[in-house]
């Protein structure tokens, strides 16, 4: 079965530190891998995508993940961190389904950056 | 220009009311989607159309009713709905490549209110 875990209900990171929001899943086959923040009463936004090749991907807004086949991970990323980041993050895998390939979601991260 | 536009941005709709969200895209996507989100959670998926025709129907209740007249619009008619229906309605299009690694643009959503 097709799934992924965000193992974090909240992460919690002071402005100007990394921050890392954690994400592994379970798929068959190759995996597409997505990351997708929504902020308060508005749409996801598409922040990057890992389908092959260079396990660091680069994403908007200064975000970078990091693909692990061995651990099945994606993890998010930032350097360092900014108030305006704090949101709502989710992970999804694209995965087939009977003949369609469907996005299955992890359950969220909300992610709070304190000034 | 990867946006997704969606109207109304809310609606408030008795139980016996019959109502329509609308969904636009004008970036040649091929497969459009509606997902159904409560409250911090993640979205869930109701319908794909691809190439204007319905692809999935997530085993949604008959009171919602999808109707794409071409490859740019996606409506969601809903008739009779029950309180426990109020969530936000995000349309999402996507590219509708082969291969499964397209990537899903969503609108900001209807937030959608059932007495």
């Known amino acids: 079965a097709q799934s992924v875990a965000q193992p974090e209900d909240q992460v919690n990171v002071a402005e100007g530190n990394p921050l890392t929001v954690k994400c592994t899943y379970s798929?068959?086959?190759?995996?597409?891998l997505f990351w997708y923040v929504q902020y308060p009463n508005r749409g996801l936004q598409f922040l990057l995508k890992?389908?092959?090749?260079?396990?660091l991907v680069k994403g908007s807004y200064g975000f970078e993940a990091e693909f692990n086949k061995s651990q099945t991970s994606f993890h998010l990323k930032k350097p360092s961190a900014l108030v305006s980041d704090s949101a709502l993050y989710f992970c999804?895998?694209?995965?087939?389904?009977?003949?369609?390939?469907?996005?299955?979601f992890g359950s969220g991260t909300k992610l709070n950056v304190k000034p | 220009d990867t946006e997704v536009t969606q109207t109304p941005k809310h609606l408030v709709m008795g139980m016996t009311n019959k109502k329509s969200l609308k969904c636009e895209q004008h970036?040649?996507?091929?497969?459009m989607y509606w997902y159904k989100q409560k409250a911090k959670k993640p979205p869930e998926l109701m319908f794909v159309y691809s190439y204007e025709k319905l692809s999935i129907n997530e085993s949604v209740p008959s009171r919602f009713s999808p109707e794409c007249p071409n490859s740019s619009l996606l409506n969601l008619h809903l008739h009779a709905l029950q309180p426990e229906d109020s969530a936000l309605y995000l349309c999402?299009?996507?590219?509708?490549?082969?291969?499964?690694?397209?990537?899903?643009?969503f609108g900001p959503g209807t937030r959608l209110t059932v007495l």
């Open positions: 999402a299009s996507s590219p509708g490549l082969a291969g499964g690694t397209d990537t899903q643009y």
């Open positions: 890992y389908i092959t090749g260079d396990n």
């Open positions: 999804a895998v694209r995965a087939r389904r009977y003949n369609f390939n469907k996005f299955y």
């Open positions: 970036m040649g996507h091929r497969a």
């Open positions: 798929v068959s086959g190759n995996p597409y």
